[in-house]
C-alpha cells in the first residue's frame, strides 16, 4: 500500500490533546477564582444589607441620633456603619444608613413619625 506514513502521528495528536487540556483547565481555573470573588463579594453585601436594616429598625423603635460603630465580621471583613437623622418637630423623620467596607459603601433610607 502506497500511502502517507503514520510514524509520529501518535505522538502529535498526544500533544494536541495535552494542548487542549491544558487551555480548559486554565479556563476553568479563571472561572473558579471568579467565582470566588463574586462569592465573597455577595456574602459582605447581605452582611452589610443585614447591618444597615438592623440599625434603621432600631432607629425607628427609640433613640433617634446621629452615630457610628465598627463591626468586624467572622471573616475579618471591617464594616463601618454611619447614620443620620434629619427632620422631625411635626415632619416625618429622615433615617439613612450608610454602610461601608473596603471600597464598597450600601446605603438605606426611610422616613418615619415622630
Same mark, same amino acid.
Given at each position: 500500500?502506497?500511502g502517507?506514513?503514520? /510514524?509520529?502521528?501518535?505522538?502529535?495528536? %498526544?500533544?494536541?490533546?495535552? %494542548?487542549?487540556?491544558?487551555?480548559?483547565?486554565?479556563?476553568? $481555573?479563571?472561572?473558579?477564582?471568579?467565582?470566588?470573588?463574586?462569592?465573597?463579594?455577595?456574602?459582605?453585601?447581605s452582611?452589610?444589607?443585614?447591618?444597615?436594616?438592623?440599625?434603621?429598625?432600631?432607629?425607628?423603635?427609640?433613640?433617634? $441620633?446621629?452615630?457610628?460603630?465598627?463591626?468586624? $465580621?467572622a471573616n475579618?471583613?471591617?464594616?463601618?456603619?454611619?447614620?443620620?437623622?434629619?427632620?422631625?418637630?411635626? /415632619?416625618?423623620?429622615?433615617?439613612n444608613?450608610?454602610?461601608?467596607?473596603? /471600597?464598597?459603601?450600601?446605603?438605606?433610607?426611610? $422616613?418615619?413619625f415622630?
Open positions: 500500500m502506497t502517507r506514513p503514520t /510514524e509520529g502521528v501518535s505522538v502529535v495528536e %498526544a500533544l494536541a490533546a495535552g %494542548a487542549l487540556a491544558g487551555l480548559a483547565v486554565a479556563g476553568l $481555573a479563571g472561572s473558579a477564582a471568579l467565582a470566588t470573588r463574586s462569592l465573597g463579594l455577595a456574602r459582605d453585601t452582611v452589610a444589607l443585614a447591618l444597615a436594616t438592623a440599625q434603621l429598625e432600631t432607629l425607628r423603635g427609640g433613640a433617634r $441620633a446621629d452615630g457610628s460603630d465598627t463591626i468586624v $465580621a475579618g471583613t471591617r464594616f463601618t456603619r454611619r447614620w443620620h437623622v434629619t427632620g422631625g418637630r411635626g /415632619e416625618p423623620v429622615g433615617l444608613v450608610e454602610v461601608s467596607w473596603g /471600597e464598597r459603601t450600601l446605603g438605606l433610607a426611610t $422616613a418615619a415622630p
